[in-house]
Structures are given as structure tokens and as C-alpha cells.
């Protein structure tokens, strides 16, 4: 496998800095929390790390908006500090991966404060402005995914600016030839500077419709946005004009090259559009992104027949590029809550991390869910985001998933000495590192344990994956790499379940993968509750129905 380029089969754990640990007692985790715990991701057996916006940044969206592309923002450390993290993450085993926020930037930034100051200036088109209508209004109907209109007036100017996201993150325009150069000039800082990949937030928004055309509305029964709720206003329009532009490809093109000078780098395209698998799949086809992933297992659905088609779908779609899957992140519900409900047994987390490893693709783990962290219910007192705030009570926004990771059972589960930017739940204390450390039946020791599995099984890193035809809610498939073909089953309810396969030839149940186990036996699959069979498989005859079944090809 050393002809295979590390991103294939990754399993990517995602820090949020602010939340990881603070070492300097403001109540806000820092590059150096990062440093000190970079042997305890190493020993999860994870690939690489995604830190989440560390740069220079008012704070209006956590760091997603940027007043300074090459600058670390002083509450998180220097560049110093992630020098040396880089270094010690390389001398540990593991890529560093960087997220780049191009399509806007801070309200603070210096283009814009240029670009604000008249029609005029050297920057005065390097950000999307129009003049209003006749009556005073917007120049056309396009919404913020923050809510209300994606246009913020300008007094200076006399002109609206679009910001598709905050006020406070306008949007670039990237019909500029310049704003493009000045942008890959950003990213080559950091390439330089030695990082693995990048991760591109919403990178479908770079472009706009140079038109201003009205997007069309919406019937409400398909209102069904991913990642964010259909009460949202953003869910009644199709956004067919204020992003996923058809320009956006050459300038992926553009981005790649660069990347390509720098050998082993990896990048990974945030998408959610209309129709975000078919937009993975153009945007990874040809010299473009190498991965891509969207929010469709981040929504509340969660059956065998969700994910079997969903990966399916892509499948259709997608014939050069690479899957990356995520079932959490730091924008929606941790999936233990989402999935699992009010009072998620412990063997669901377990459960959930092997189905979503043992998918084709890359994976992105978020910090915490190798604890079994559930959903924090954070008191609209101590609301910190302004998605959440907006839209509170009926959308508690994203504060929940963000509460800082527990270390330990003291106060504030050792996060931090000062007052944490968010509250430590209580019944995260339970689930503290420290505590699930000396405990060899916890979930973290689990989730160890079946990265190590794993990683003896080359098929579930880069195999082929073929969807077997089973009843709700088993999901089974096969991988196959090479001469080795396993099958893999998992039963998502925490009920006992059974199901035919198609005749398997011999076969040889795996052990040690730390799952609650089930047999195979004469093609009947027999799993316990949240349980999970792997067999290693001589032959395997096609299911039936055959519309029920897929393959996904080998890495090339």
C-alpha cells in the first residue's frame, strides 16, 4: 500500500480548538492545548488531524471569519506555537490538515476595509457590491443561511454587499482576477509552510451569478435543506445563483495546480448544494479536489436504507474522485444525540464508529465522539453562537456540539483553570478521558481497539465496496482489496436482528474488533442488539435483487 496516497482511507480527527484544551487559563483552548495532547490523538490510531480556523478573526463566527489569512489570532497561540505542533505531529505519524476559509472573509479584513471606502479604490471590486432597486431594497432576493437577506448596506458606498453567511463575512468576488491570485497567494503561505491538506470550507460559495438573477422559490414540501433546518427562511429558495456557479470549476483547476507543486497534499471540499452528491461529484472529478463531503449523514435521518443509498447515489455520480464520510462535526447535533435519541445506549457509539470506518472513503471523526460525548444542552444564557441565538428556541444552534472536551472529572473536566467559553455538562464528567482511560470496557479503549483492527484489514481502507440486499435495519456489504474480501454487517437497532445473504461460500468470522459480535452461518446473519459480523469471504454470489446492491471501485 506505500503507492497509496495517504488521504485513501484516512480517518481524519477533527480539533476544534477552541474547545480542545486551554492551557493559559482565558477559557479558550489554544494551539499549545493542542501540542500537549497530540500523543493522545496519535494514540487513537487516527491518520491525520483537521484543526478548525485558528487565524486572525474578530470572533463573530468562532474563526470562520478571517481578518488575516496568515496570522495566528493571539487567543489561540503564534505562528511559533504551530510550527511547533506541526513538527510534532509529523514526528508522531500524523498529517496536518488546515482549514481555509476562501469564499469570504472578516468584515475586519484590510481588502474590505478598503473595498468599503469607495467605488473607486484599488480594492473596490474585489468583493460582490450592487446598488439597490428603485425603492431602496436589496438588489435581488438571495438569504444569508444565517437568516434575512444576504445584503448589508453600505453607507459609505451607497451600495449593498453580499454576505451569504454573517453580516460580518462579506463575500469575495471571485470574478476578480486578482481577488483569485491574492487568495491562492494566501493558501501557498501555508503550503509552504508544510501543512498536509486543506480543509475548504463551503467552497461551492467562491462564485456568484454576475447577473444578481432572483433565485426561484421553493415548494415547502421540499424544504428539506441539508445542514441547517427547513423553519430557516435559507431552505424556501433554490440557490442556483448565489453559489455552485459554474466558474467555480476553473478556479478549482487553478487550486489544484498549485496543490500539485506540493506533493502529498491532500484537500477536501466542504459541499452543500441543491444537490450536493452530484456537485461532490464534479468537483472531484479531473485535476480538481481530491475529496469532498456533505452533510448528507449529518441530518437527523439515520436507517440502513439512508446510508446504503446515499453512499449509493454518490456511487452513480462520482467516477474519478474520492469519498470523505462524516456522521458529526462542529455544526450540527452530536450524532449520539441525533441517532440515538434521549438516553443513547453506550454500544451505539461504538457501533457508529465502525460502520462509518468501514465505509468507502475517507472519514472525519469530530473530537469527543471517541468518548460516546452526547448533545450539551446549553441554557440560552450562555448561547455563544449566532446561528443558535437567531433562531433559538426552535434552533439551539451549534453551541451544543462545541462544549470543551473533558479531560478529566475536576472542575470544568480539567478544559481549563479559568472560566471555559462554554459550560462543561455535567454528565460529561462521567465520560472523561481520565476516567475511560483505566476502564478497558469504555468506549474509548473500543474505539482504539477497532482502529487497530483496522488497520490489519487493507480492504477496509481502500477496497471496493459492493451494498448486500438486507431488511431494515441491517446494513451489510463487502469490501474487497486485492485477494481479500470481507463482508461486514451491522445491525443499527439495538434489538436483536437477522437477515439472509446470498450464498457466501465458506467464510471465517473475524474476531477482535472490539463490537458486540454476531455469527454467519449457512448465509444467516444473526446480530445482537448494536452488534456487528466480519467475515472474511472466498466467494460471494450477486444479490438479489440486483437493484438493491452497488459497487464502488478500488483506489487507483
Not at 330 to 345: F, I, M, T
Amino acid at each position: 500500500m506505500s503507492d497509496v496516497p495517504w488521504w485513501r482511507g484516512a480517518v481524519i480527527y477533527q480539533i476544534y480548538p477552541r474547545s480542545f484544551l486551554d492551557t493559559n487559563g482565558d477559557g479558550v483552548g489554544d494551539l499549545p492545548g493542542i501540542l500537549d495532547r497530540l500523543e493522545y490523538v496519535a494514540g487513537l490510531g487516527v491518520d491525520a488531524i483537521w484543526i478548525a480556523p485558528f487565524f486572525q478573526s474578530p470572533m463573530a463566527d468562532f474563526g470562520y471569519d478571517i481578518a488575516d489569512y496568515r496570522a495566528v489570532d493571539p487567543l489561540f497561540g503564534t505562528l511559533d506555537d504551530f510550527d511547533r505542533l506541526l513538527d510534532k505531529a509529523h514526528a508522531l505519524g500524523l498529517k496536518v490538515m488546515i482549514d481555509q476559509v476562501l469564499s469570504h472573509t472578516s468584515r475586519e479584513h484590510a481588502w474590505f476595509r478598503e473595498s468599503r471606502q469607495s467605488r473607486d479604490n484599488p480594492k473596490s471590486d474585489w468583493y460582490v457590491w450592487a446598488d439597490p432597486r428603485p425603492d431602496g431594497t436589496p438588489p435581488n432576493n438571495w438569504l444569508s443561511i444565517f437568516g434575512g437577506p444576504a445584503w448589508q448596506w453600505e453607507p459609505r458606498r451607497q451600495q449593498y454587499y453580499l454576505h451569504n453567511f454573517l453580516a460580518e463575512q462579506p463575500d469575495l468576488n471571485f470574478h476578480h482576477a486578482e481577488v483569485r491570485e491574492a487568495v491562492l497567494g494566501n493558501v501557498r503561505f501555508w503550503l509552504e509552510r508544510g501543512v498536509d491538506g486543506l480543509r475548504l470550507d463551503a467552497i461551492n460559495f467562491c462564485f456568484h451569478d454576475p447577473a444578481l438573477r432572483d433565485n426561484p422559490a421553493k415548494p415547502a414540501a421540499d424544504r428539506i435543506g441539508r445542514g441547517f433546518s427547513p423553519d430557516n427562511p435559507y431552505a424556501h429558495q433554490y440557490h442556483i445563483y448565489n453559489n455552485t456557479r459554474p466558474e467555480n470549476l476553473a478556479f478549482l483547476e487553478q487550486l489544484r495546480a498549485l496543490l500539485d507543486r506540493h506533493p502529498g497534499v491532500a484537500s477536501l471540499g466542504e459541499i452543500s448544494s441543491e444537490d450536493s452528491l452530484a456537485t461532490i461529484a464534479e468537483y472531484t472529478s479531473g485535476r480538481r479536489l481530491h475529496m469532498g463531503y456533505s452533510f448528507e449523514l449529518l441530518t437527523d435521518d439515520f436507517s440502513a436504507t439512508w446510508i446504503r443509498d446515499t453512499v449509493r447515489r454518490l456511487d452513480a455520480k462520482m467516477r474519478e474522485g474520492w469519498p470523505c464520510w462524516a456522521i458529526s462535526n462542529h455544526d450540527v447535533e452530536r450524532v449520539l444525540s441525533r441517532w440515538g435519541g434521549g438516553r443513547p445506549a453506550a454500544p451505539l457509539a461504538r457501533l457508529l464508529t465502525a460502520m462509518l470506518c468501514s465505509l468507502r472513503g475517507a472519514v472525519c471523526v469530530y473530537q469527543g465522539e471517541e468518548l460516546g460525548l452526547t448533545e450539551a444542552e446549553v441554557p440560552y444564557e450562555a448561547l455563544r453562537d449566532p446561528f443558535g441565538i437567531a433562531f433559538w428556541p426552535q434552533f439551539k444552534g451549534r453551541d451544543g456540539c462545541r462544549t470543551p472536551m473533558p479531560w478529566n472529572s475536576a472542575a470544568h473536566g480539567g478544559f481549563t483553570t479559568g472560566q471555559p467559553w462554554l459550560p462543561v455538562p455535567d454528565e460529561h464528567l462521567a465520560l472523561a478521558v481520565s476516567r475511560q482511560e483505566t476502564d478497558p470496557a469504555s468506549t474509548l479503549q473500543a474505539f482504539r481497539a477497532f482502529m487497530r483492527w483496522r488497520s490489519a484489514h487493507p480492504a477496509l481502507r481502500t477496497g471496493a465496496i459492493r451494498f448486500l440486499h438486507t431488511p431494515e435495519p441491517v446494513l451489510a456489504f463487502t469490501r474487497q482489496a486485492d485477494d481479500e474480501v470481507l463482508l461486514v454487517a451491522f445491525n443499527l437497532s439495538e434489538h436483536p436482528a437477522e437477515a439472509s445473504l446470498p450464498a457466501t461460500g465458506k467464510n471465517e468470522v473475524l474476531r477482535g474488533h472490539g463490537l458486540r459480535e454476531g455469527s454467519l452461518e449457512g448465509g444467516r446473519l444473526r446480530l445482537p442488539g448494536h452488534g456487528a459480523v466480519f467475515a472474511r469471504l472466498t466467494t460471494i454470489d450477486a444479490p438479489s435483487p440486483a437493484p438493491a446492491e452497488t459497487t464502488m471501485g478500488a483506489a487507483s
